[in-house]
């Protein structure tokens, strides 16, 4: 059974840094294309970032670019997701999700992790 679970959402300043991990075990993780959402109180979940299956192309939303860092580690079965400068406007949950094909992952990605809390204060 694929599982994509994510950790390391918090409370934080303005100004400051939180990563988040996604592990995927069951999942043959070095064939996915990997991707970060959020979704805040109402509002779409929106694609930040997303990661091909080798870790070679990346893409970012125009909201976090600069400011975001995703990476993987394909011997580990892990995605993070490095979130610098941080604004309260990017309070939100955090999800991973997954696809074969990093064009999919961003729009309808097969798996879905629970979701972690990011909460930025002013």
């Known amino acids: 059974q694929v599982q994509l679970v994510e950790s390391g959402g918090g409370l934080v300043q303005a100004g400051g840094s939180l990563r988040l991990s996604c592990a995927a075990p069951g999942l043959t993780f070095r064939r996915y294309a990997m991707g970060w959402f959020r979704q805040a109180p109402g509002k779409e979940r929106e694609c930040v970032a997303a990661i091909s299956w080798s870790g070679s192309t990346t893409d970012y939303s125009d909201s976090v670019k600069g400011r975001f860092t995703i990476s993987r580690d394909n011997t580990k079965n892990t995605v993070s997701l490095q979130m610098d400068s941080l604004k309260p406007a990017d309070t939100a949950v955090y999800y991973c999700?997954?696809?074969?094909?990093?064009?999919?992952?961003?729009?309808?990605?097969?798996?879905w992790g629970q979701g972690t809390q990011v909460t930025v204060s002013s």
């Open positions: 999700a997954a696809h074969l094909r990093l064009a999919r992952v961003r729009t309808t990605p097969d798996y």
